[in-house]
């Protein structure tokens, strides 16, 4: 795998793309993966982007580390086809990167839009991601998502509550 990220790292410069420019695709990269994990159900992998960071809100969530991170979506309800019914879409991802350092920041809007039985296709929530980064010699991984929620929608069938334990493929 180490000989694989070489040979893509290398390639990157055989195309002329410099370092700032490739970091910033490879956050993109991970700002999306959050997203696409999410919408497919896979809380696992969604905790794995955390291995080496936090997720916190204005709201005072605090949670560090994979294991934690992946706790807070045992409430989501999850649908017989396996993920919530849902679909992020994000703005343009505005990244700030210190390639010298090894560090780098992004802002991010999102709307999660949710489709399941008996509702019909409506936003749940939107806001901002703002994320920091650090280069490790395996890639770009998230220290710390701040997630500022904007705008509240329904979100009676995204997050289960003791009238509406939720449902487990």
Known sequence: MR????RARDDWHDLGVDDDARARTEIAAVV??????????DFDGVGALFARGAFRSPAGTNLVG????????????????????????????LV??????GTATARTSFTVFQAVPGLALQPVL???YHDTFIRH?????????????????????????PAHPGIRP
Do not use: F
């Open 3 to 6: 000989a694989d990220r070489r």
């Open 32 to 41: 999306v993966a959050y997203c696409e994990r999410l919408d497919a159900g």
């Open 66 to 93: 994979a294991a934690a991170v992946r706790s807070q979506y045992d409430r989501v309800i999850v649908y017989p086809d396996g993920t919530p019914g849902t679909k992020h879409v994000l703005g343009t991802p």
């Open 96 to 101: 700030e990167v210190d390639v010298a350092a």
């Open 126 to 128: 939107s806001g901002r």
């Open 137 to 161: 010699a395996d890639g770009w991984w998230i220290t710390e998502r701040m997630v500022h929620p904007d705008l509240n929608g329904d979100l009676s069938r995204h997050m289960a509550s």
